[in-house]
């Protein structure tokens, strides 16, 4: 646990004196049973994993031909681990949207089809990188069925 405490502070410290310290990074308090290198279970309506699904929901739309963006319908399991920032590990369900990627809108104001015929759905389990005092989110796993 001090090495987490110690991780933090450090990350807090590079964050104020870069001049782009990120409120929600410094805010958080980590619990005395998460340790470095092990994965712990996180709650999925967690802000900071609701985030990471957002960028592994936005890689899909970008590797994907599809002319609808895809979001983010449920996360059924999230864990998290510290590394060289936070890996954050998801079991989550995306969702075809009616918002066409022509349009580019914020995915927060996209409905899911309606129309029967075009609603589609994939299980997924993505694998994100954070890196909060680089400001960084890399997605190097992102599996879909």
Request: charge should be positive; include cysteine; hydrophobic fraction near 35%.
């Amino acid at each position: 646990m001090r090495r987490a405490r110690e991780l933090l502070a450090f990350c807090c410290l590079v964050l104020s004196t870069t001049g782009r310290p990120s409120r929600d990074f410094c805010a958080q308090t980590l619990n005395s049973d998460v340790k470095p290198g092990f994965p712990k279970t996180i709650n999925p309506n967690d802000s900071a994993v609701l985030k990471a699904a957002r960028h592994s929901v936005e890689r899909f739309n970008n590797c994907t031909n599809d002319i609808f963006l895809f979001k983010e319908s449920h996360i059924s399991r999230a864990l998290v681990q510290i590394v060289k920032g936070l890996k954050y590990m998801l079991d989550m369900e995306i969702g075809r949207t009616s918002c066409k990627k022509t349009q580019h809108p914020s995915l927060d104001n996209c409905d899911f089809q309606t129309n029967h015929t075009l609603q589609r759905t994939f299980s997924c389990y993505s694998e994100v990188w954070v890196i909060p005092w680089l400001q960084r989110f890399k997605v190097p796993v992102l599996h879909c069925q």
